[in-house]
């Protein structure tokens, strides 16, 4: 009788010592699990969002990229990018920022502002979720070498949408001067800029809303080119213009090596005549000392 009680009370004190150890672990955000898979660094921050990432991790792989790319301009460097996001991820893409849509702002005279420039509406999208990081950490092996994996980072991701009469006028994704780090990041410099841009389709569904150069041209006519119909085609006022595509995505390269902006970059999103058209902006950050 008495060997029992002392098992029971040893079983429960295992049990309590477990629990004890878990909440630990947990609390300080899974320390030695995260050295194991590098997936709990990302999700284990806080029990909300590591909830979220068990609902997702049973179901959800990464999977290897299928895209295709063509350099449409080598300098500055603007690549087309033939199926970047498969169709179960625009999907899941929507639906992680379908409820944050909110008017879009334009950086100007050193804030966010609304402005007749910009009549889209924009959403944030959630770090945490599978189907971003997987985009996000795909983006991030399209730049290779361009980013410092010590300091930089690929940014906060986000959907934009436009619906019939919204546009974007001619802008510059990249600031006038540097944006000053902000406590948190620390040890990566005085500064930070777009040292690139992603511009990738969720919806199509649209007539217009295509995504104009007017400075970058192509090195081929591009009538010669089977292409030039169905994709993109030249502008009457000078440059080219890419229709939007599910899918698909444009990238191109903000920065000179010296960290001065390339204002042949300037484009616009020109006004969708009719439907909707939803994109994701990926702007990978280049830290400055
Ligand atoms: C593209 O062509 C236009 C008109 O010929 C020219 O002004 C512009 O500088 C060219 N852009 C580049 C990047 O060469
Ligand atoms: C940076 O490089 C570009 C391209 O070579 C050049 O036009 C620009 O003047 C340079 N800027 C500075 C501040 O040196």
Redesign the pocket.
């Known amino acids: 009788m008495a060997s029992m009680t002392r098992s029971s009370s040893a079983i429960a004190f295992v049990i309590a010592v477990i629990v004890v150890l878990a909440s630990v672990l947990y609390r300080f955000k899974l320390p030695y699990l995260t050295s194991l898979s590098p997936h709990f660094v990302l999700y284990s921050s806080s029990s909300k969002t590591f909830g979220r990432y068990m609902k997702h991790a049973s179901s959800f792989r990464c999977p290897q990229h299928t895209y295709t790319t063509e350099i449409i ?1 080598l ?2 460097l603007l690549i087309y990018i033939d199926s970047f996001l498969a169709p179960v991820e625009i999907e899941a893409l929507l639906e992680a920022g379908e409820s944050e849509f909110a008017p879009s702002q334009v950086y100007k005279r050193g804030r966010n502002q609304d402005t007749s420039d910009r009549t889209s509406s924009s959403a944030g999208l959630p770090r945490d979720n599978p189907t971003v990081q997987c985009v996000l950490e795909r983006a991030e092996g399209f730049l290779g070498t361009m980013l410092d994996p010590s300091r930089d980072d690929i940014g906060p991701p986000q959907l934009v949408r436009y619906t019939a009469g919204q546009r974007f006028n001619r802008h510059r994704d990249w600031y006038e001067r540097p944006q000053p780090v902000r406590k948190g990041m620390l040890g990566r410099g005085k500064g930070w800029n777009r040292i690139a841009s992603f511009f990738a389709i969720l919806q199509d569904q649209c007539t217009g809303g295509e995504t104009w150069f007017p ?3 192509a090195t081929i006519p591009l009538d010669a080119d089977g292409k030039g119909d169905r994709l993109w085609k030249t502008h009457e006022n ?2 080219l213009m890419f229709r939007p595509v599910s899918g698909n995505a444009l990238f191109w390269v903000n920065l000179f090596a010296n960290g001065t902006g390339d204002d ?1 970059t300037i484009h616009a999103g020109l006004p969708v005549e009719e439907g909707l058209k939803t994109a994701m902006n990926i702007w990978p950050r280049k830290f400055y000392d």
Do not use: M
């Open positions: 301009s300098d500055p400075l970058i041209n000078g440059g042949r």
